[in-house]
């Protein structure tokens, strides 16, 4: 098929581009900066933003089916318009005009946030109801419980065949810009001061992608499929990239409020210092929730099948090391020395 793809360039796009290509597919790139990359791989680039209209019809010419990946992840609550506008007002755009230009499918990239987030130790699945109350005050994952909502009007409306996946946390090699590795990043530079205590939901990427391709033709026009790999509690997480990385977890456990009123505190002295400080208070207040999600529906439909998830840990530490110069933090008395 002749395909667009928006987003090709991060790190979900950059597994499943050579999938697509392997399998006979014509695929065209929309996105912001050149990429020769791609060109050396046979992908035709278009340079444009998902939210420019003009751009992204020229994009659609001649197109069947849509990957619409582009998005940011983005835990800082600090610009939650520009979010709004990459997560709701972007995918608008692409999905009405290719309802509009006569695409036949269109698979759009989520979050399993948008459903699988909780206070309490429980698994999620896609029957669970949009957690707005407790995702308020996390403007990224409330960006893309409007941006599921109204891609899924819009595919009522025009009768647009969707369909929406929703991965866990993206792990593994090729993470270049730290989107989704981060946590691992954080925990190898020892910027975690104390175990959170919730517990978190992650995928390897190039099992994402895997389910991601197969939804081209297997994924059913209306549905969500949640992709997650492994469920595992911070505490079972950082003991397991311990013995991988020889890095020491956290050992100081504190209550839930104390762990994010601490971050907090942390965060108001680094900037008054001038400095980054190690961990964000959002990052910290997710950590004391659990993502835990149920992919059972993803492996009926898409054949999704995820690899043992001590491969994804030591496939992903040993990229961030071979790939990502170690910059030291300052610590807690260098800040405020």
């Known amino acids: 098929m002749r395909l667009l793809v928006t987003g090709g360039g991060g790190f979900l796009g950059s597994a499943l581009l050579p999938l697509l290509l392997r399998q006979g597919h014509e695929v065209r790139l929309l996105q912001r900066s050149p990429a020769p990359e791609a060109l050396a791989a046979g992908v035709e680039v278009m340079q444009g933003s998902v939210e420019d209209a003009t751009q992204v019809c020229a994009a659609l010419h001649g197109v069947e089916a849509v990957y619409h990946l582009a998005g940011r992840v983005e835990f800082d609550p600090g610009d939650p318009p520009a979010l709004y506008a990459l997560h709701v007002q972007g995918p608008r755009t692409v999905l009405e005009a290719a309802a509009a230009a006569g695409v036949r499918r269109a698979v759009m990239a989520s979050t399993s946030g948008t459903m699988a987030v909780f206070d309490e130790e429980r698994t999620g699945t ?4 949009y957690p707005i109350r407790l995702v308020a005050g996390w403007p990224y994952y409330l960006s893309k419980i409007f941006q599921e909502k109204t891609a899924l009007r819009i595919s009522r409306d025009t009768g647009l065949p969707l369909i929406t996946l929703n991965p866990s946390l993206l792990l593994g090699p090729g993470d270049l810009r730290l989107s989704s590795t981060d946590v691992v990043w954080k925990f190898l530079e020892r910027r975690i001061p104390a175990m959170p205590g919730g517990g978190l939901s992650f995928v390897d990427v190039r099992d994402a992608a895997q389910a991601f391709a197969a939804a081209l033709t297997r994924g059913r026009p209306g549905e969500r499929y949640l992709l997650g790999g492994a469920n595992m509690s911070f505490h079972e997480l950082f003991g397991r990239l311990e013995r ?3 890095v020491a977890a956290p050992r ?20 008054w210092r001038g400095a980054e400080a190690p961990i964000d208070s959002a990052s910290v207040e997710m950590g004391e929730r659990f993502w835990y999600c149920d992919s059972q529906k993803a492996r009926e439909e898409l054949g999704f099948g995820p690899r043992d998830p001590q491969e994804t840990l030591a496939d992903t530490v040993r990229w ?10 300052r610590t807690v008395s260098e800040l405020s020395s």
């Open 252 to 271: 100081l456990a504190l209550p839930r409020t104390v762990n994010v009123l601490g971050a907090r505190l942390l965060e108001k002295l680094s900037s």
């Open 320 to 329: 961030l090391r071979q790939h990502l110069r170690r910059a030291r933090p």
């Open 244 to 246: 991988l990385s020889g």
């Open 126 to 129: 896609e029957a669970d109801p």
